[in-house]
């Protein structure tokens, strides 16, 4: 019977090293990601900031120097680089519409 017990309790504390050995790491997985996110948010803030900043400067400079006006670039848009054919847009229109209707048939159908 001691046998069968020195046997469990054996098991038992392996079982428990590996646990404890799984948790830990979890645990510093977790931190390891907390301070990711939160250097990543103090980045993007630092970056908001930045560009706030920029704005402002150009405001400024724009104030000093009447004669020479700065503005800022325009944001790129997609557009700018890609339009789609007629073909490719008639095609998308028909492929949403046969799947609301398929979509349509299937919740009459079945519900």
């Known amino acids: 019977m001691t046998k069968l017990r020195l046997k469990k309790k054996t098991r ?4 428990l090293e590996a646990y404890q050995a799984v948790y830990a790491k979890c645990t510093r997985d977790l931190s390891k990601l907390l301070d990711w996110i939160a250097t990543n948010a103090q ?7 930045n ?4 704005d402002y400067e150009f405001k400024l400079y724009n104030q000093a120097h009447a004669d ?7 944001e790129p848009k997609f557009s700018y680089f890609y339009q789609p054919s007629e073909h490719q847009k008639n095609g ?7 799947g609301a209707l398929a979509l349509g ?4 159908r079945f519900l």
């Open 51 to 54: 560009f706030t900043n920029t």
């Open 43 to 49: 980045i993007k803030a630092e970056a908001k900031q």
């Open 105 to 108: 048939y299937a919740a009459f």
């Open 12 to 15: 038992h504390d392996k079982v």
């Open 92 to 98: 998308e229109l028909m492929f949403v519409g046969a």
């Open 68 to 74: 020479e006006r700065m503005v800022p670039p325009k």
